[in-house]
């Protein structure tokens, strides 16, 4: 596997520069806010469990994650099901540079690609294919959707998840504290 430096496509609404911002102006170390945060997933642990043994297989599965970084979701994953073995890829160096370091940190084996999951080659090998908070990042949603079916081993799952800032609320908060946002997601598709 070679890794090949992104693209910016027609249609993203971002580009490796933007995460390499994003990523980069983030804290380095978990805060008392992270920590409360993860207390107050357990329904996201729940539902995550689920989905890992939908496969009714005990034993180890390759999960790869497209968009992994900061590497949040791949230790999660871990600490739910830490028999699995782990994959991520992204296309900010950035990003990258942050979750490998992330997972280094905490002892959490894993393969972390830099690449573009439009063009990136791997195998179809995975049993699992997730991305939280990628798709809202692309004009065309079902072209990313097929990105993720492009490693899927033969019956393996796809699992996704947008948020939804399109409620009203929350909506008018984007617009008033960050309205850069606006910018940078697909609202159509957060229903």
């Not at 540079?97 to 573009?116: F, N, Q, S, W």
């Not at 490693?151 to 008018?172: C, E, K, M």
Request: aromatic fraction near 8%; hydrophobic fraction near 40%; charge should be neutral.
């Amino acid at each position: 596997m070679v890794e090949q430096e992104p693209k910016y496509h027609k249609g993203d609404l971002t580009d490796p520069d933007h995460w390499d911002t994003v990523w980069s102006m983030l804290p380095r170390s978990d805060s008392v806010m992270a920590w409360i945060r993860h207390k107050w997933q357990w329904k996201l642990n729940r539902f995550l469990c689920r989905q890992l043994d939908a496969l009714g297989k005990r034993d180890s599965i390759d999960v790869l994650e497209l968009g992994c970084a900061p590497g949040t979701m791949l230790e999660r994953i871990y600490r739910l099901r830490p028999q699995h073995r782990l994959h991520g890829i992204d296309f900010s160096i950035d990003g990258i540079e942050m979750c490998r370091a992330r997972l280094k940190a905490k002892r959490i084996p894993a393969t972390v690609y830099h690449g573009d999951i439009r063009t990136i080659e791997l195998p179809p090998i995975y049993q699992m294919i997730v991305s939280f908070g990628l798709l809202e990042h692309f004009q065309d949603p079902i072209e990313v959707l097929h990105c993720h079916c492009r490693f899927l081993a033969p019956g393996g799952i796809v699992l996704v998840t947008v948020p939804n800032f399109a409620v009203p609320i929350v909506h008018t908060w984007i617009k008033l504290t960050v309205p850069e946002i606006l910018q940078t997601h697909n609202f159509a598709i957060m229903t």
